[in-house]
Structure formats: structure tokens, C-alpha cells
């Protein structure tokens, strides 16, 4: 049994920033890569950024350069900051948790990330 709680969605204008986190808790016996994904109506599920154990990060195209990913691995915790927010930002996040396994992912519940004036 894993738990990720996700934290820090909310409202926030075009061009403000916000910073998420999710923490992972549970039967965790190893961890590959923690990460965020995002979904709005209408779109497939998005990338947005992953970091693996060893601290390698891979970003989505349209957060490049905006969007920074970060993680603690002795809390088993990951960050995602939030930069220069456009509207088309705006979607639920979920933070994801990749096992070395097969069929080992585990999602939090989804965060609200708003970018309207």
C-alpha cells in the first residue's frame, strides 16, 4: 500500500508561480522515478516532469524552461516549481510514483492548478 498526498494547487493569475508537492508514504521498497502529470478536459494525460533516484529530469515541451522538478529521496518526496504560469496550465496535477516493477505505478489523488486573471 502506497500513499502520494499532493499539496499546493490553487488559483494564481497568468505569470505567477506556484510550487506543488507530494509526498509519498506507504510499503515503499524502492523507487525508480517520482514525477507530475497533468490532464485538462477534452486532453490525453500530459508529461510534465520527471526525476528519477539518481537525479536525472526530463521536462514536457511546453513547460521547458518555466516549470523546475526536484526531489528528496530520504522523504520520498517530490517538488514541481511553478513558473511564469500560462493559462494553458491550467489542468489537475497528479503526482505519479514509478516502481522498478511492472505495473507498479502508483498516483495521488490530483491537484487543481488554476491560471485565469
Known amino acids: 500500500q502506497v500513499q502520494l498526498v499532493e499539496s499546493g494547487g490553487g488559483l494564481v493569475q497568468p505569470g505567477g508561480s506556484l510550487r506543488l508537492s507530494c509526498a509519498a508514504s506507504?510499503?515503499?521498497?524502492?523507487?525508480?522515478?517520482m514525477g507530475w502529470y497533468r490532464r485538462s478536459p477534452g486532453k490525453q494525460r500530459e508529461l510534465v516532469a520527471v526525476i528519477t533516484n539518481d537525479g536525472n529530469s526530463n521536462y514536457g515541451d511546453s513547460v521547458k524552461g518555466r516549470f523546475t522538478i526536484a526531489s528528496d529521496n530520504a522523504k520520498n518526496t517530490v517538488y514541481l516549481q511553478m513558473n511564469r504560469l500560462k493559462p494553458e496550465d491550467t489542468a489537475v496535477y497528479y503526482c505519479?510514483?514509478?516502481?522498478?516493477?511492472?505495473?507498479?505505478?502508483?498516483w495521488g489523488q490530483g491537484t487543481q492548478v488554476t491560471v485565469s486573471s
Open positions: 506507504g510499503n515503499i521498497y524502492s523507487v525508480y522515478a
Open positions: 505519479n510514483l514509478d516502481g522498478p516493477g511492472y505495473d507498479d505505478d502508483y
